[in-house]
């Protein structure tokens, strides 16, 4: 059965500009047995850039937050965060 469902695409990047390169990303599919791992060392990432994932049919569903620039190594914090989305047929 083919249903419309909802796929993510979370992406750090560098700056919160959408030109910017990404330096992590986190694709969410629509199944059950979907990953939650951030990869920050694949260097065959299917976009370089937010602005590659629009131009491919990706939906900027949240922008970062634009905190001040802070040089922090003790904070988590992994790049701006973009979350996407792509509404497609998936195969159940």
Do not use: C
Not at 16 to 43: C, G, H, Q, Y
């Amino acid at each position: 059965m083919t249903q419309l469902k909802q796929r993510l695409l979370y992406l750090h990047s560098r700056t919160p500009d959408v030109f910017s390169n990404i330096i992590a990303l986190n694709l969410v599919e629509p199944t059950k047995n979907a990953t939650r791992e951030i990869s920050a060392e694949d260097p065959d990432w299917p976009y370089q850039t937010v602005h590659d994932a629009i131009v491919d049919g990706w939906q900027i569903v949240q922008f970062p937050y634009l905190q001040a620039p802070f040089d922090d190594r003790e904070l988590d914090v992994l790049g701006y965060e973009f979350i996407l989305q792509k509404m497609e047929m998936i195969d159940e």
